[in-house]
């Protein structure tokens, strides 16, 4: 499985984005994908992650009630939309999946996109 985030970019604080992270590859094994993000100086973090087979979604505390993450099971491709944004939301964002745990029980694979960067400005 590989990912590739697409999206980010500069938006003023308040304003809102949308990201989208595209799955290839063994898609069928995918048990869950989400994002991360990093900030500068800063260990990478939680965003929000959907369980594949339920639909099921998880989200840090600091972006509850502003981001919603979604999915296109059908193209494989999750996303996240990001409203009311400040400059704290500033970092890298990653996508990840995880999957294989058909394979593997009790394990499982996990990958990571690239980045995509949200810059807001304060």
């Known amino acids: 499985v590989q990912v590739v985030e697409s999206g980010g970019g500069l938006v003023q604080a308040g304003g809102s984005l949308r990201l989208s992270c595209e799955a290839s590859g063994v898609t069928a094994a995918i048990d869950s994908m989400g994002w991360y993000r990093q900030a500068p100086g800063s260990q990478r973090e939680l965003v929000a992650t959907?369980?594949?087979?339920?639909?099921?979604?998880d989200y840090g505390d600091s972006v509850k009630g502003r981001f919603t993450i979604s999915r296109d099971s059908a193209k494989s491709t999750i996303f996240l939309e990001m409203h009311m944004l400040k400059p704290q939301d500033t970092a890298v964002y990653y996508c990840?999946?995880?999957?294989?745990?058909?394979?593997?029980?009790?394990?499982?694979?996990?990958?990571w996109g690239q980045g995509t960067l949200v810059t807001v400005p304060s």
């Open positions: 959907i369980n594949w087979p339920d639909g099921s979604t």
């Open positions: 990840h999946a995880q999957y294989g745990s058909v394979w593997y029980p009790g394990g499982y694979l996990e990958v």
